[in-house]
């Protein structure tokens, strides 16, 4: 992977924009930024670049340089980004979302789920949740069409989180 695209991934990732993460990587040849500057860039109020500064901050992608005290009073803080850490921070957050799927597999593999039998996005429900009704003799339906619940084919939900670790699994291996 190219350095540009890891660090936009990296930028994207972090502040969860592409469009906000390409702005800042514009300004990222200038040697420093401050926040009035971006949220004008950015066509954003200044508590909101704030928001996006810290989060960048928070994944050491971006480090605050030095605060201006201003004349008309207030403050100015200068920034500059982080670019180095990209590699770090995708990677790290990669193996996060590893670690849920890991867990949500193994969730669904102790786990049995009910979803409706019209339409599975409907509705999803673990069985033992809707036991109890059964056991009572009740008929538990789906509550967005009215049709029968029936049990939910696993290994469809296994293999999509398989095939998604693997994916994770060889885009780490190309961060190295
Ligand atoms: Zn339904």
Known sequence: MEERDLALAAVAAAVGDVEVAKSLMEL???????????????????????????????????????????????RRVYWRLNLANSRDFLRSRLKRIRDLLIGRRRLEEFSEFYVCANDPSHHRVRSDDILPMLMDGGEVTCPVCGAS????????????????????????????
């Not at 999509?160 to 780490?172: N, P, T, W, Y």
């Open 28 to 74: 990222a040849s200038a040697e420093e930024f401050h926040e009035v500057e971006l949220a004008q860039r950015l066509d954003m109020t200044q508590q909101e670049v704030r928001r996006i500064l810290y989060a960048l901050q928070d994944a050491n992608l971006a480090h605050q340089l030095r605060t201006e005290e201003l004349e008309e009073g207030g």
């Open 149 to 176: 619940l029936e049990p939910e084919n696993r290994e469809a939900m296994l293999s999509k989180i398989d095939g998604l670790v693997e994916a994770i699994d060889e885009v780490l291996r190309l961060l190295g």
